[in-house]
């Protein structure tokens, strides 16, 4: 209970001062099912499979398995679907956007020294995570967010020493404080109806410069040298209405229950808000923009152990991302006095910017593909993950403690499971495939934070080598959510997407 206690200390300490937390390290430590589109309908299981451009920001030794070259170039549309849930209160959001996919090219030659052997260049820019989300939690409740900015007002010993978070509600006078001691202008034992909205967006795209080696079309080796870019924007808006009424002054409502201005004062001091009186709405915004680069490294191999079965396995090194955040908070609210006329304050008031690292864990896989004759494939690919092992640092060592220390007490292992089948029916290739990622909490298959995907799509190529691919998938899970770090009030995010996707092609 002490080492809980602390670690949450040295968390509340941290994000008093900085935006980044544990959240962050584990965003970027999760990347879905993403490349070519064969690569998606077959649920990523292409570790000992090989044959697609996807295989350099996943297992490069199934690069080495090209015997000639290819291009191709893939795209789609996403469709999300998701829903928040606030006290039993369930609100949906649809909406769609375009998604680049992949691009990348491969050549292959033969070996000099050993004509049954052959070389393998290429390159690939894969798009492994799509942050296009938008969701809203809507309902009422006594859990205003005045409640949790007064917990951690009530910590400080008067309005200077004030966290920038609590300050932003003192300067709209949602908080006030008289004597040093705070309170809320919200009642807060009264119904507001409270709306979040969360829309995040960006891209973390993945390039690799791969070279693989096939030794005498029995052993495949491969190494990619990955240069991920970041462009993730989020923004969350709250608000908070009194849209019933219930805290205007000199009326009874509801019936026998008299507004009283706090839990506290019944009888409210003047001096600090005049006019203060009686709270209509408020809104709270959260912004930030990340944006960087990283550098990584994928090693890789699959052997040939008969016509029937191939085994691989690969090792994917920490990122290690070098990041920029814009960001800034801000909050308005309005009083009975004059609905129209709101208090703004925003904090920084140009915006901020902070310079700092992540280090993502390594990951590491085992591969099996099953050829059954010219007829079908099967793929079947377990990897497991250490979330522990994600990192936040700065410039300032101190920076991060409370951060590195609640994502060690915090995180476990994680296994992901990928299986793909295709069916050969010339000139039409048929696919299907599942994928699970496990909950950097521990869960598998079950359980929130678990994401899972199934796919089905097919595939055709042309006399002259052009190939088309589509795909069909879906992304399902579910997580929970709380708004505040003071103030019990768990909720639900499930979060709903499909994407239709095709990948063209040229064999060469």
Request: charge should be positive; aromatic fraction near 14%; glycine fraction near 8%.
């Amino acid at each position: 209970m002490k080492r809980l206690l602390f670690v949450l200390l040295m968390l509340f300490a941290s994000l008093t001062f900085l935006c980044q937390n544990d959240v962050d390290a584990i965003r970027y430590s999760r990347p879905g099912v993403n490349g070519t589109s064969r690569f998606k309908a077959m649920g990523g299981a292409f570790g000992a499979l090989g044959a697609d451009i996807s295989c350099m920001a996943y297992n490069p030794g199934g690069l080495a398995i090209f015997k000639k070259g290819e291009v191709s170039y893939g795209g789609g549309l996403k469709f999300i679907n998701n829903e928040g849930t606030l006290n039993g209160k369930s609100s949906g959001i649809t909406d769609a956007s375009f998604v680049f996919n992949n691009f990348g090219f491969a050549i292959s030659w033969p070996s000099q020294t050993d004509k049954e052997s052959r070389h393998i260049l290429g390159f690939s820019n894969i798009q492994v995570q799509n942050f296009y989300e938008k969701t809203r939690l809507s309902a009422y409740t006594t859990n205003s967010i005045a409640k949790d900015m007064l917990n951690k007002a009530q910590l400080q010993p008067n309005a200077l020493t004030l966290d920038s978070y609590s300050n932003l509600g003192y300067q709209v006078y949602v908080l006030d404080d008289t004597s040093n001691k705070f309170f809320s202008n919200v009642d807060l034992k009264r119904n507001v109806l409270q709306t979040r909205d969360i829309v995040t967006s960006g891209k973390l795209n993945d390039l690799n410069f791969t070279y693989a080696y096939s030794y005498k079309d029995q052993f495949y080796l491969g190494a990619s040298l990955g240069l991920p870019r970041v462009n993730y924007t989020s923004t969350t808006t709250h608000t908070e209405i009194d849209d019933k009424d219930s805290m205007r002054i000199g009326i009874t409502s509801p019936p026998g229950q008299p507004y009283t201005y706090t839990t506290t004062y019944s009888d409210p001091p003047l001096k600090n808000s005049p006019g203060r009186l009686g709270f209509n709405s408020l809104t709270y915004t959260e912004y930030f923009n990340t944006t960087g680069r990283g550098i990584n490294l994928k090693l890789g191999a699959v052997a040939r152990v008969n016509e029937f079965l191939r085994l691989g396995f690969y090792y994917h090194t920490s990122t290690i991302f070098t990041l920029e955040d814009k960001y800034y908070n801000s909050m308005s609210a309005t009083f009975d006095k004059d609905t129209k006329k709101s208090l703004d304050y925003k904090d920084p008031a140009d915006g901020g910017y902070f310079k700092y690292k992540i280090i993502t864990p390594g990951r590491f896989g085992i591969n099996s593909g099953f050829i059954l004759g010219k007829k079908a494939a099967i793929g079947i690919d377990y990897e497991i993950i250490n979330y522990k092992n994600a990192q936040l640092s700065s410039a300032t060592v101190a920076d991060f403690a409370g951060v590195n220390a609640v994502i060690k007490h915090k995180y476990k292992y994680a296994s992901n499971v990928r299986a793909g089948i295709e069916f050969n029916l010339k000139p039409i290739m048929l696919r299907a495939g599942y994928n699970m990622q496990g909950s950097p909490f521990g869960n598998a298959f079950t359980g929130s934070f678990v994401r899972h995907t199934v796919s089905v799509g097919f595939g055709f190529r042309s006399k002259n080598n052009v190939f088309y691919d589509f795909v069909w998938f879906k992304n399902f899970s579910k997580e929970d959510y709380y708004m505040f770090t003071t103030v019990s009030q768990k909720s639900t995010i499930s979060y709903n997407s499909a994407q239709f996707a095709a990948t063209i092609g040229i064999k060469f």
